[in-house]
């Protein structure tokens, strides 16, 4: 759910009620202070995130596995949270909002317990020593039996995670009795590393279409209505980062708080770790897309305060976030004469590391079709187009297309068996695709020599056969 930018002390803080003293105004040095730790600990998220998704998506370990979002799912988000948001409105305006933020406590606390460990388990380890008793555990849920029985939640964990999961719980303790504003922004911190970490768009187009889908919603919410302002100083749960802005007159326990939402950090921060695995795959040693999506959400996050600061009222941030962080990657694309890989670029390393195909499902019988003509195109030295679909080219240079069970299953029937009816590997859902075991070939490849083999016009019994020239010798 998105949330105001950043909203003033007043806006952020309780009302002051009838009879209680107007709260003063926060001081320059305080706002400033308060300003500048709000965007230092929105860019910790994403740029620590980001490089983690790298990583992620290569892991082989299904509770790190990241979830995907398709260009369906980007179109269908906004109206999704548009509902939620709403639906959280009406409720704070018909129910009781002691009992509502309760229940939301008790929620968030779970949560943030599960992401704070997971984000302090890698770092954790380097303090862990080398004689420390570590035990492997696995928490395994399936539905089913035999060969239809299916994994519904495959959690591998260690002592050493146990330890982190200890430790978040302290944590989590200390918000759940206090609500105070450093546990909040732990909690807050977690969740937005996290959620770039794991959440992985499939490409540029689909976060443009989140981007810009969210671009509207943020608007309207925010100008239109008071419903987005409404919840967020109503809704107590660590779904926004928080900073005192008069920490500096009464310290840790100070009440006058300026905001950003989690969602204006996750929601570009997504994108920005897109285009970091972009300059990753265009293998140039240069993070340029990065680095330049990286400034582009500073100057969109300064220009979001500036002019909250200038009229005192709450601001939509992907307003000025969206077109700063899609703007300025694809002027530098423009400059590059790089836009086409850009678009052309798809999530192919996480479906080859994990087995999982995040080709769409209407695609997947296309994209086997299409590789297999573009080798045969290949092999009888055809001309073949130079900008060809990275997935392709992914797929040919691995000698298979992602091979998970479910894109197995959609195969044509043509690229399964080889010319000895081979069997389909039994563990074709590793990252390096096993070969035949009778003729030491990859699936793709033995398609090919089968499709060929029939394709290839046979001679009728006691036919001739004329000695080849010269000139068809140079053909060939």
């Not at 009781?96 to 954790?124: C, D, K, R, W």
Request: aromatic share 12%.
């Amino acid at each position: 759910m998105e949330e105001p930018a950043a909203h003033n002390g007043s806006a952020a803080g309780a009302a002051p009620g009838a009879g209680t003293p107007a709260r003063p105004p926060a001081t320059p040095e305080g706002m400033a202070l308060a300003y500048g730790s709000l965007v230092l600990m929105a860019l910790l998220p994403i740029f620590f995130g980001a490089l983690r998704s790298v990583s992620c998506a290569k892991s082989k370990n299904s509770s790190e596995m990241p979830e995907t979002i398709t260009s369906r799912d980007a179109a269908r988000f906004p109206i999704v949270a548009s509902c939620t948001l709403l639906g959280l409105y009406l409720f704070f305006k018909i129910f009781s909002q002691e009992y509502i933020n309760l229940l939301l406590s008790m929620y968030f606390f779970v949560l943030g317990i599960l992401a704070l460990s997971h984000t302090i388990s890698p770092m954790m380890n380097r303090f862990f020593p080398a004689n420390f008793p570590n035990k492997q555990y696995q928490l395994l849920f399936t539905q089913g039996s035999g060969e239809s029985k299916e994994e519904i939640v495959n959690y591998e964990f260690d002592t050493k995670d146990l330890v982190c999961l200890a430790l978040s719980s302290v944590v989590g303790v200390w918000y759940l009795l206090r609500k105070h504003w450093i546990a909040n922004n732990l909690f807050g911190l977690a969740f937005s590393l996290n959620g770039v970490e794991l959440l992985h768009l499939n490409n540029v187009s689909t976060g443009c279409i989140l981007l810009g889908g969210l671009f509207i919603y943020d608007v309207f919410w925010v100008f239109g209505t008071n419903v987005m302002v409404t919840v967020a100083k109503s809704f107590e749960a660590p779904i926004k980062l928080v900073f005192p802005q008069d920490l500096l007159e009464k310290g840790l326990d100070a009440d006058n708080f300026a905001m950003l939402g989690l969602g204006d950090i996750v929601i570009p921060g997504i994108f920005i770790a897109l285009l970091l695995r972009f300059d990753i795959s265009l293998k140039k040693n240069t993070h340029t897309y990065f680095y330049t999506s990286f400034v582009a959400y500073i100057f969109g996050l300064g220009l979001t305060i500036f002019i909250m600061h200038i009229f005192k009222h709450a601001q939509p941030a992907l307003l000025y976030l969206v077109p700063a962080c899609i703007g300025f990657p694809l002027l530098v694309a423009l400059a590059k004469g790089e836009v086409t890989e850009m678009f052309r670029f798809w999530l192919l390393d996480s479906a080859h590391a994990s087995g999982s195909c995040f080709i769409p499902e209407f695609q997947c019988s296309l994209f086997h079709a299409a590789a297999l003509s573009w080798s045969l195109q290949a092999r009888r030295g055809q001309r073949v187009q130079a900008a060809m679909n990275p997935l392709l080219k992914s797929c040919l240079t691995h000698q298979d297309l992602p091979t998970s069970p479910r894109c197995l299953a959609r195969r044509p029937a043509w690229l399964i068996p080889c010319s000895r009816n081979c069997p389909v590997p039994a563990d074709a859902g590793s990252r390096a695709p096993v070969p035949c075991s009778h003729c030491h070939r990859g699936p793709l490849s033995v398609a090919l020599a089968s499709y060929e083999e029939s394709s290839t016009p046979k001679e009728a019994p006691g036919a001739s056969k004329e000695e080849p020239t010269e000139a068809s010798k140079k053909e060939k």
